[in-house]
């Protein structure tokens, strides 16, 4: 066991896991390494598992377990098998923990973290010093470490990475079970993926050092020869600055981008290039075309810049790639679970349809719908306050809006007739088009900016866009 035979040809369909932690919200990075599982099984006519590393008991909770069930639905990475609850097979764990301590690579260890820490302070090689590796304690009542062997290396023949050499002297003998005889992960995953017959492990890096300890395990577990799975490390995210993704100071969480409307189509796509190319150079991809494209060998060790300007603009472009009917059915249903301005009694689907081709091109999410539609259906017009001051501020916004009212109760109900009123107006005060129909979209959708003003008029009753007018010309007058 001084090093890892490479990892034997693959002779069968693969079979992948994703194993996460319900330890906390649902992570893009996560995310991202349940994505690659599934294109390689896609890829590949494989299996794609899905197994919850539940063995945290004081960390672990059912909603962090909920929103992984949640998120890869919504991201359409349905597992072919599980899912499956490490907590529910502590059998297994308690059958290989007895065999690996009668066979002498377990340990019994009572000694406290600040023990080690203490007693290990000035060391040059940091870890457990292994005081506890000959004396003989039994396992009742103590934690249990791995004896690792002395001299050589155990190398990780990763498939992103190329092979990674990791020397035994400078490896510590680590813990595979609590004193209260509860296994770590280490050795549930390792336990399981020998169960479940694995023969990809693709993850993200920081488990790399962790790597070499499961197949010292792997190797005690089947043996010298055993043929391993092949192990891909995935690129590490970062932010802008280049530092790794954090949960304190970076959007993350996948439901973040979830609530803000983003596509599951778009993050697809997005995540799927963190760490990955497409041969043929494309960028915008759906989902056929990423299963056809995807693998390994495309995956490069660069960290992954996780650019939430370029996912927005993705999200845009899968939003026009979108037919009408289509964005009207996935914003309503997004609309549906939003905080919106609006009494769904007033809602108008036929007024919402006949604002989608004016909507589709301006948003790059589905939050952005929200301004773009509200005025619709809000019985009462609130102003936007620096809208409002702007108006205010104009000195013939007054008589324009009283010019508009006047002429728009008489004239065709049209978008170009409309259009052509205004311009009218506009030039018998000697302004442009522009600052003319200003104030008269602060009446009629309470801000200065949206969607085409003549076009959402002529969706809106005539009786509704007067009424809307004289609103405005009553505040600006008070």
């Known amino acids: 066991m ?69 998120a890869l639905h919504w991201l359409s990475l349905e597992p072919f098998e599980g899912p499956y609850r490490q907590s529910e097979r502590q059998g297994l764990y308690e059958q290989a923990l007895s065999r690996l301590f009668e066979e002498g690579w377990l340990y019994g260890c009572n000694c406290s973290r600040d023990e080690v820490v203490e007693r290990t302070r000035h060391n040059k090689i940091p870890g457990y010093d292994g005081k506890c590796r000959d004396l003989g304690l039994p396992r009742e009542g103590n934690a249990l470490r791995f004896r690792i062997p002395t001299g050589g290396t155990t190398t990780v023949h990763d498939l992103v990475r190329g092979d990674v050499e990791f020397p035994h002297d400078a490896m510590e003998d680590f813990v595979v079970a609590k004193s209260n005889g509860n296994p770590l992960f280490i050795l549930a995953n390792v336990v399981d993926d020998i169960d479940m017959n694995m023969t990809h492990v693709i993850r993200g890096e920081d488990l790399l050092p962790s790597t070499p300890k499961g197949i010292l395990l792997w190797q005690a577990l089947e043996g010298s020869g055993a043929c391993l799975p092949a192990f891909a490390h995935l690129p590490m995210l970062v932010n802008e600055k280049r530092q790794k993704l954090s949960k304190r100071r970076d959007p993350v969480s996948l439901d973040t981008f979830r609530e803000q409307g983003f596509l599951p189509e778009a993050m697809v796509n997005y995540l799927a290039l963190l760490g990955w190319s497409d041969p043929q150079g494309r ?196």
């Open 283 to 478: 960028e915008l991809l759906s989902r056929a075309e990423l299963v056809g494209s995807f693998s390994i060998d495309r995956v490069n060790h660069a960290p992954a810049f996780f650019d939430v300007a370029k996912l927005t603009h993705m999200n845009g472009e899968h939003i026009r790639a979108l037919d009408a009917e289509r964005f009207a059915g996935v914003a309503l249903d997004w609309l549906r679970t939003a905080d919106v301005p609006w009494e769904w009694a007033d809602f108008d689907m036929g007024l919402f349809s006949g604002m989608v081709p004016l909507v589709i091109e301006r948003v790059t999410t589905l939050g952005e719908v929200v301004p773009m539609v509200d005025f619709l259906f809000t019985k009462n017009v609130v102003f936007d306050e620096d809208s409002l001051e702007r108006v205010r501020r104009e000195t013939a916004a007054a008589a324009v809006l009283r010019q508009a009212r006047s002429r728009y109760e008489t004239c065709a109900w049209s978008a170009g007739e409309l259009h052509q009123v205004t311009q009218e107006i506009a030039e018998a005060e000697g302004m442009k088009l522009g600052r003319a129909q200003a104030p008269v979209r602060v009446a009629i959708t309470g801000r200065r900016v949206g969607p085409p003003l003549f076009d959402s008029m002529a969706l809106l009753a005539r009786d509704v866009v007067l009424s809307r007018l004289d609103a405005l010309i009553a505040v600006l007058g008070s």
């Open 2 to 70: 001084n090093d890892s035979p490479a990892p034997a040809t693959l002779t069968t369909a693969p079979r992948v896991r994703f194993a996460p932690s319900p330890t906390g919200f649902f992570h893009v990075g996560s995310a991202r390494t349940a994505l690659y599982n599934w294109l390689y099984a896609e890829a590949n006519g494989g299996t794609f598992i899905l197994r919850i590393e539940d063995t945290d008991e004081e960390r672990g909770r059912q909603e962090w377990l909920d929103g992984i069930i949640e």
